[in-house]
């Protein structure tokens, strides 16, 4: 068993003017609504300015695009770097804090390391609610499971954090990726702009390598609230670190690269009754229930098979995380 250690350090950093109830966008000063109504990823945002900023990393990501494509169209190829059986995902837990309540315990980044080892091994107590026109394409065990390697909590003056990574950078006051190249990183802090989290993709610089998850959604238990207080969000986010798009595509009718999962016409909210179908070519009907939609916590509940074939090809030798299942 890995051994948890626990590491907490202060720090002073610039105030700014926002709080749970009456939040500010970092960037624009400009409040936002005092509640999150809707799920709000910020993966793909981040993701273009980070191609904005390294002219070299469209490159690197369509490399591993073609990497996958190969794994994805022999699945034979992946399932062999999986000779024990499982990955495991050594995880380190870094907490940003202001306020007691944003301190978040032990317990509540347990709930989130128990949340995303039930929802990658398909053993959510909701896995079976999946509907009959999809269950021929669940994903089943990914063999993937997470260990709480660390967690690291720094105080902070900062009242909300945006999407410009400042939270992962000592120089900014914020807490460092440990290991990277081996360890998963979270960062549990109070984002702002109604932001629910934001993870980055395979192939972006490994000093601003991991997930971030506003500490209000970051697991089952403790601050977290509803809609969002049954750790989907971190299910989600880690979806996209593992190389998962939107399952819209990011578009109307888009292409989140993955062959069995429906065109969707955009994200979806809430709870969508089922056998919602979209106006898509063949008028599919959206598979809501997905991980990588917007949908509530409470009614999102499994991966695709492809998007497990997806997933264990970053894993795989010459993959842009293969260091994670030597």
Same mark, same amino acid.
């Given at each position: 068993?890995?051994? +948890?250690?626990?590491?907490?350090?202060?720090?002073?950093?610039?105030?700014?003017?926002?709080?749970? #109830?009456?939040?500010?966008?970092?960037?624009? /000063?400009? &409040?936002?609504?005092?509640?999150?109504?809707?799920?709000?990823?910020?993966?793909?945002?981040?993701?273009?300015?980070?191609?904005?900023?390294?002219?070299?990393?469209?490159?690197? $990501?369509?490399?591993?695009?073609?990497?996958?494509?190969?794994?994805?169209?022999?699945?034979?190829?992946?399932?062999?770097?999986?000779?024990?059986?499982?990955?495991?995902?050594?995880?380190?837990?870094?907490?940003?804090? =202001?306020?007691?309540?944003?301190?978040?315990?032990?317990?509540?980044?347990?709930?989130?390391?128990?949340?995303?080892?039930?929802?990658?091994?398909? +053993?959510?107590?909701?896995?079976?609610?999946?509907?009959?026109?999809?269950?021929?394409?669940?994903?089943?065990?990914?063999?993937?499971?997470?260990?709480? &390697?660390?967690?690291?909590?720094?105080?902070?003056?900062?009242?909300?954090?945006?999407?410009?990574?400042? !939270?992962?950078? %000592?120089?900014?006051?914020?807490?460092?990726?440990?290991?990277?190249?081996?360890?998963?990183?979270?960062?549990?802090?109070?984002?702002?702009?109604?932001?629910?989290?934001?993870?980055?993709?395979?192939?972006?610089?490994?000093?601003?390598?991991?997930?971030?998850?506003?500490?209000?959604?970051?697991?089952?238990?403790?601050?977290? #609230?509803?809609?969002?207080?049954? /750790?989907?969000?971190?299910?989600?986010?880690?979806?996209?670190? !593992?190389?998962?798009?939107?399952?819209?595509?990011?578009?109307?009718?888009?292409?989140?690269?993955?062959?069995? %999962?429906?065109?969707?016409?955009?994200?979806?909210? /809430?709870?969508?009754?089922?056998?919602?179908?979209?106006?898509?070519?063949? =008028?599919?009907?959206?598979?809501? $229930?997905?991980? !990588?939609?917007?949908?509530?916590?409470?009614?999102?509940? !499994?991966?695709?098979?492809?998007?497990?074939?997806? $997933?264990?090809?970053?894993?795989?030798?010459? /993959?842009?995380?293969?260091?994670?299942?030597?």
């Amino acid at each position: 068993m890995r051994k +948890l250690t626990l590491i907490v350090t202060t720090g002073l950093l610039v105030s700014i003017s926002c709080n749970k #109830s009456s939040r500010q966008d970092e960037s624009s /000063g400009a &409040d936002e609504p005092a509640a999150v109504t809707l799920r709000n990823c910020a993966s793909n945002d981040v993701l273009q300015e980070q191609l904005k900023a390294d002219p070299s990393l469209a490159a690197r $990501m369509e490399s591993i695009e073609a990497f996958t494509r190969r794994i994805s169209q022999n699945p034979a190829e992946a399932s062999r770097l999986l000779p024990g059986g499982i990955i495991e995902i050594p995880v380190v837990v870094n907490v940003l804090y =202001r306020t007691a309540a944003e301190n978040i315990s032990q317990a509540q980044i347990q709930s989130q390391i128990d949340v995303l080892n039930e929802d990658f091994a398909a +053993l959510n107590s909701d896995y079976n609610n999946t509907p009959a026109i999809f269950q021929a394409v669940r994903s089943g065990d990914i063999k993937i499971r997470f260990v709480l &390697d660390q967690v690291i909590q720094k105080r902070t003056s900062k009242k909300s954090w945006g999407t410009n990574d400042a !939270m992962k950078k %000592t120089s900014s006051g914020g807490i460092a990726p440990t290991s990277p190249a081996t360890k998963l990183n979270l960062w549990s802090c109070n984002l702002g702009g109604g932001i629910l989290g934001y993870a980055q993709f395979p192939g972006g610089n490994s000093a601003t390598d991991g997930v971030v998850i506003d500490n209000n959604a970051f697991g089952s238990t403790g601050t977290v #609230s509803a809609p969002y207080n049954k /750790g989907r969000t971190a299910t989600h986010e880690v979806g996209h670190w !593992m190389n998962l798009r939107h399952i819209w595509g990011d578009a109307s009718c888009g292409n989140d690269q993955v062959d069995d %999962t429906p065109q969707h016409n955009a994200a979806n909210y /809430g709870c969508p009754a089922a056998g919602h179908q979209s106006t898509c070519t063949g =008028r599919p009907v959206e598979m809501t $229930m997905n991980y !990588m939609d917007y949908t509530d916590d409470a009614c999102m509940y !499994m991966f695709s098979a492809g998007q497990k074939t997806r $997933m264990l090809a970053i894993f795989a030798s010459g /993959g842009p995380r293969a260091s994670f299942a030597q």
